[in-house]
T-cell receptor
Framework: GENVEQHPSTLSVQEGDSAVIKCTYSDSASNYFPWYKQELGKGPQLIIDIRSNVGEKKDQRIAVTLNKTAKHFSLHITETQPEDSAVYFCAASYTNAGKSTFGDGTTLTVKP | GAVVSQHPSRVICKSGTSVKIECRSLDFQATTMFWYRQFPKQSLMLMATSNEGSKATYEQGVEKDKFLINHASLTLSTLTVTSAHPEDSSFYIC???????????FGPGTRLTVL
């Protein structure tokens, strides 16, 4: 089955700096890669996703890049703010797979 | 964006009782719903996948007689924890997915504490 590895497990940055979280996947059939943000005591919230037919997608301060050949994808957050502090999860799946495989999460701390 | 609700948000029960958690997709029809369990500072552990009108598919190691899942309609799935014990205490999260695109939207979670 699919295996997703996420790193780093913890990341601390200064407000205004950029943060990058990377994930690798094992199943070349995977074609959908979402990123979720989870705040303490809440459910994960979808923040951005990318499909295998594109290499990059951007939404304001958040961007995701995908390298299908290397089977890795990354989340980029620019101009970080304290409210970006949370746990971020990546995931991988393929159409009609039935389920997604999640990374272990990255705890991002943005220091004011 | 799509909204998924869960009820209750928190529940405390005595050992041996059963607890039902509801998951609803509020503004879309969910062909598939998922139930996850999350321990502190850990990732999401998939418990089961349910499709409307059919039996849930449970992940290996998840007791289907203990965690009863019913997906009665395209907007409602329920998880019943039967004969709950303290080790069942956890954060339970559901998610719902439309047919296409296959994006999953998560509920806010239910904190279960079994005394």
């Amino acid at each position: 089955g699919e295996n997703v590895e996420q790193h780093p497990s913890t990341l601390s940055v200064q407000e205004g700096d950029s943060a990058v979280i990377k994930c690798t996947y094992s199943d070349s059939a995977s074609n959908y890669f979402p990123w979720y943000k989870q705040e303490l005591g809440k459910g994960p919230q979808l923040i951005i996703d990318i499909r295998s037919n594109v290499g990059e997608k951007k939404d304001q301060r958040i961007a995701v890049t995908l390298n299908k050949t290397a089977k890795h994808f990354s989340l980029h957050i620019t101009e970080t703010q304290p409210e970006d502090s949370a746990v971020y999860f990546c995931a991988a799946s393929y159409t009609n797979a039935g389920k997604s495989t999640f990374g272990d999460g990255t705890t991002l701390t943005v220091k004011p | 964006g799509a909204v998924v609700s869960q009820h209750p948000s928190r529940v405390i029960c005595k050992s041996g009782t059963s607890v039902k958690i509801e998951c609803r997709s509020l503004d879309f029809q969910a062909t598939t719903m998922f139930w996850y369990r999350q321990f502190p500072k850990q990732s999401l552990m998939l418990m089961a996948t349910s499709n409307e009108g059919s039996k849930a598919t449970y992940e290996q190691g998840v007791e289907k007689d203990k965690f009863l899942i019913n997906h009665a309609s395209l907007t409602l799935s329920t998880l019943t924890v039967t004969s709950a014990h303290p080790e069942d205490s956890s954060f339970y999260i559901c998610s719902a997915r439309e047919g296409f695109p296959d994006t999953q939207y998560f509920g806010p979670g239910t904190r279960l504490t079994v005394l």
